[in-house]
């Protein structure tokens, strides 16, 4: 299990550039790279949706079509933190930013972006694109 914590979010002009932490708090004894960790977000009115995620195996990453070539997520194991870079943001990418952990039972398992795949939630970060 991990408790998860956000930061990085603001208000940002469109074109310009955040970078969001995810600091994890590993309390089950396994080490962060056992762990597939996902960014989700979640704009008003609307579903929670995958934008990221990192596989903890083999480090694969896979993206939304929507933020492919501008989001990067990165992991850094040693520091129990996982990134998401965001260049070139757009109004529509406003939402609300989750990241979220599973340790998958088949631990060779890769990533995915669905919100059932995960079991631990950060409490989220505004990220709000706006002139």
């Known amino acids: 299990q991990l408790q998860l914590v956000e930061s990085g979010g603001g208000l940002v002009q469109p074109g310009g550039s955040l970078r969001l932490s995810c600091v994890a708090s590993?309390?089950?004894?396994?080490?962060?790279?056992?762990?597939?960790i996902g960014w989700f977000r979640q704009a008003p009115g609307k579903e929670r949706k995958g934008v990221s995620c990192?596989?903890?195996?083999?480090?694969?990453?896979y993206y939304a079509d929507s933020v492919k070539g501008r989001f990067t997520i990165t992991r850094d194991n040693a520091k129990n933190t996982v990134y998401l870079q965001m260049n070139s943001l757009k109004p529509e990418d406003t939402a609300v930013y989750y990241c979220?952990?599973?340790?998958?039972?088949?631990?060779?398992?890769?990533?995915?972006?669905?919100?059932?795949?995960?079991?631990?939630w950060g409490q989220g970060t505004q990220v709000t694109v706006s002139s």
């Open positions: 990192s596989s903890g195996s083999d480090g694969s990453r």
């Open positions: 979220a952990s599973i340790a998958p039972f088949i631990p060779t398992s890769r990533c995915a972006l669905d919100t059932g795949d995960y079991d631990d």
């Open positions: 590993v309390t089950s004894g396994f080490t962060l790279d056992r762990y597939n």
